[in-house]
Nanobody, 119 residues
Framework: VQLQASGGGLVQAGGSLRLSCAAS????????MGWHRQTPGKLRELVAT???????DYQASVKGRFTIFRDNAKNTLYLQMSSLKPEDTAVYYCSKGSFRGNYYYPGNWGQGTLVTVSS
């Protein structure tokens, strides 16, 4: 599976941005996927996940501001980010993975897309 992330850019604090992740394969609707982010010197952290039944879950710091969703007809995963804060600045990655219980294990990664939020 190949994943291609896009949509990053520079935005002012309080603004919005939508990231996209185009996926290859013919069974996209069965993929369980996530968005992650990473800043220099820090570990990559999980931001949001979506199951094949479209149940979504979020890191506490983005809950209520970010929405993960998918368009199975377009083989595309999205992350709608609103009320952005400077601390959201990071390189964002999409992944395809699997759940074991409540834990998400990424397997395939897209390249990152940089989001910069200015104050």
């Amino acid at each position: 599976v190949q994943l291609q992330a896009s949509g990053g850019g520079l935005v002012q604090a309080g603004g919005s941005l939508r990231l996209s992740c185009a996926a290859s394969g013919s069974t996209f609707s069965s993929y369980e996927m996530g968005w992650h982010r990473q800043t220099p010197g820090k570990l990559r952290e999980l931001v949001a996940t979506i199951r094949d039944d479209e149940r979504a879950d979020y890191q506490a710091s983005v809950k209520g501001r970010f929405t993960i969703f998918r368009d199975n007809a377009k083989n595309t995963l999205y992350l709608q980010m609103s009320s952005l804060k400077p601390e959201d600045t990071a390189v964002y990655y999409c992944s395809k993975g699997s759940f074991r219980g409540n834990y998400y294990y990424p397997g395939n990664w897209g390249q990152g897309t940089l989001v910069t939020v200015s104050s």
